[in-house]
């Protein structure tokens, strides 16, 4: 059973940074690619950012590009997302995903095991 636990997020103000981890466990994600993905009030969920099994190849959503990070850490079987320069767009729970493939993909229909997310929570 692959289980995937964010954790990270709270509530910052504007300009400030997050960094929200996903743990997972049941599986190595060493052969997966990773995805983070979040959805705001009201809103579908979106994709955010992408991370081959290798880590070499990343790709995010336009909106966050030059502010967010995406990395992972295959020996602690966890991936990150490193958040800075927040607005109050960003606000949304955020998801971490497990793809049973090793390419990034910005499809939610790709990625086969998802977290329960974490609220981030920007004020203006």
């Known amino acids: 059973q692959v289980q995937l636990v964010e954790s990270g997020g709270a509530m910052v103000q504007a300009g400030g940074s997050l960094r929200l981890s996903c743990a997972a466990s049941?599986?190595?994600?060493?052969?997966?690619?990773m995805g983070w993905f979040r959805q705001a009030p009201g809103k579908e969920r979106e994709f955010v950012a992408t991370i081959n099994w290798r880590g070499g190849n990343t790709n995010y959503v336009d909106s966050v590009k030059g502010r967010f990070t995406i990395s992972r850490d295959n020996a602690k079987n966890t991936v990150y997302l490193q958040m800075n320069s927040l607005k109050a767009d960003d606000t949304a729970v955020y998801y971490c995903a497990l793809r049973r493939g090793s390419s990034g993909s910005d499809s939610l229909s790709d990625y086969t095991y998802w977290g329960r997310g974490t609220q981030v929570t920007v004020s203006s």
């Open positions: 049941g599986r190595s994600i060493v052969t997966s690619a």
